[in-house]
């Protein structure tokens, strides 16, 4: 008797199958999204540091090359 997940939202894997694996993609995805929400919280902390331009416009920087690289991969995955 196997036990049916109903909230699982991949088709359930026999035991033949071999160990479920995390992709490359899927952990980039993941570092990519931490990238952005840490670069925009340290932004916001430095804006209210009164930090200089400098660390602003870093921050930012890395922000949007993150930002982009999540929207170009989402681009290239419906593909």
Do not use: C, E, I
Not at 18 to 43: F, H, Y
């Amino acid at each position: 008797m196997t036990h049916q997940d109903p909230y699982r939202l991949s088709t359930p894997r026999t035991p033949g199958d071999g160990p479920d694996a995390v992709s490359r993609g899927d952990v980039l995805r993941t570092v990519l999204w931490a990238v952005v929400v840490v670069s925009a919280v340290a932004n916001m902390a430095a804006s209210l540091a009164g930090a200089p331009t400098a660390v602003h416009l870093a921050s930012g920087v890395v922000t949007v090359l993150a930002a982009g690289s999540l929207v170009v991969r989402g681009l290239r995955g419906r593909r």
